[in-house]
C-alpha cells in the first residue's frame, strides 16, 4: 500500500541503494494497470530512481524510463515525462510517443511544462504549433498558460514553424 511503498522509496534514496535498480527498472516495466487504469507501484519507482539519480548517471534507466513515456497508465507516462532529463533525446522520443496529443490532458501538460527545461529547437516549437492548431488545448486553462510559456521560451522554433504554416504573426491583428 502507499505508506509502505512511500517508506520504502524513502530508505532507498536516503541510503542511496543503487543496487536495487534493476528491480525497479522491472516494475517500471510491468504494464498492467488496476481497475481504475494506475500502475502505482511503477510510478513510485521511477520516482525512485529519479532520487537516486539514476537517469543521470544510467544509461538502461533512461531506457527503461523512455520506454514509459508508452505505458498504458497515464500517471506511468506523466511520471516518466518528469523524470527524465531535460534533453533533446527526452524531447524526441516524448515526441515519437505521442505525448503532446495524449488522450490524458495532465500528459499533455506534463509534456509541455518539459519543453520550458529543454533546449530550444524547432522540433519543439512544431510540436507547440501543432498544439495550438487545436482548439481542444485551450480549453483547459493549465495547458493553456503552459503553451503560451512553451512557445515564449521557444519563441524562435514556434515563429519559423508558425510561418511556414503561414499564421498571421502579429496577435494585435488576429481574430
Avoid: C
Avoid at 535498480?21 to 516494475?27: E, G, Q
Avoid at 532520487?51 to 523512455?66: H, M, P
Amino acid at each position: 500500500n502507499m505508506l509502505w511503498r512511500t517508506h520504502a522509496q524513502r530508505l532507498l534514496v536516503e541510503n542511496k541503494d543503487a543496487s536495487v535498480f534493476n528491480d525497479l527498472f522491472k516494475i517500471v516495466q510491468n504494464e498492467s494497470v488496476d481497475e481504475i487504469g494506475i500502475n502505482a507501484p511503477a510510478i513510485h519507482a521511477l520516482w525512485t530512481l529519479h532520487g537516486l539519480n539514476a537517469f543521470e548517471t544510467n544509461q538502461e534507466a533512461v531506457k527503461v524510463a523512455i520506454k514509459a513515456l508508452s505505458h498504458p497508465s497515464a500517471g506511468v507516462r506523466r511520471a516518466a515525462i518528469q523524470v527524465l532529463p531535460k534533453t533533446a533525446q527526452a524531447f524526441d522520443a516524448m515526441d515519437a510517443a505521442g505525448l503532446f496529443n495524449d488522450v490524458d490532458y495532465r500528459v499533455r501538460l506534463a509534456a509541455v511544462l518539459a519543453t520550458t527545461e529543454m533546449p530550444e529547437s524547432d522540433g519543439i516549437g512544431r510540436a507547440l504549433v501543432d498544439m495550438a492548431e487545436k482548439s481542444e488545448n485551450f480549453a483547459d486553462m493549465w495547458l493553456k498558460h503552459a503553451l503560451t510559456i512553451s512557445s515564449k521560451l521557444n519563441e524562435n522554433g514556434f515563429r519559423a514553424e508558425s510561418s511556414k504554416r503561414g499564421f498571421n504573426m502579429n496577435p494585435s491583428l488576429m481574430e
